[in-house]
Structures are given as C-alpha cells and as structure tokens.
C-alpha cells in the first residue's frame, strides 16, 4: 500500500513547488502584481477601438461664430 501512495505523495510535493505571490518577481514587484498586471495588459488589448472612433470628424464649412 505504501508503494501506491509514493508516486502521489511525490506528485503534491512537486505541485507545491512553485513561486508564491509574495516571492520577489521581475521589475520590483512580486509574482502576483507581476501576473495581475499581465493580465490587465491583456484586457487592455482585447479592447481595441473601432476605426470609426480614430476618424477626425466633420467639421461645417461655414462654422457658427
């Protein structure tokens, strides 16, 4: 029975193995600010602009004084 549980006693040890939120990440900021902001810039980039909103628009020929 022992020889059974092994491999998934080995398997949750090696799963708890990663970096925690709080452990120092890129640029200064730990893994979940890191991550959080990835995420952000991503929204960010699905959220294009329709070409119609970078058009300049119309002004009047003879405009109103």
């Known amino acids: ?34 991550r959080a902001l990835d995420e952000a810039a991503e929204m960010l980039d699905q959220q294009r602009l329709p070409a119609e909103a970078l058009e300049e628009p119309e002004t009047p020929e003879n405009p109103a004084p």
Do not use: F, H, Q
């Open 1 to 34: 029975m022992i020889r059974a549980l092994a491999p998934l006693a080995a398997c949750l040890v090696l799963a708890a193995c990663g970096a925690a939120d709080t452990d120092p990440g890129p640029g200064g900021v730990s893994v979940g600010e890191a």
